[in-house]
């Protein structure tokens, strides 16, 4: 059994102009697919998300707060 390439030979194929390209109309020829149904994909959670967005809050709060320590001249009491 010989397996055969999934695109079609262009020295064979009617249509194609040299270099592989199509006349204007024309359709090209169909190429074979890899590819085709499979079973649905998992919705990924959005706790993950959250919780990093939750995280993403807290630091930049913190660091607001250090800012705004520092300007107003807090962080030299302790």
Known sequence: MTATPPDP????????????G?????TPPESGQSS????????????RNIAALIVVLIITVMALGFVVAQVMGWANLF
């Open 9 to 20: 030979d262009p020295a064979r194929t009617p249509g194609l102009e040299p270099g592989g």
């Open 22 to 26: 199509v006349a204007p109309g024309d």
């Open 36 to 47: 085709g149904l499979s079973h649905r994909e998992p919705m990924p959670s959005r706790g």
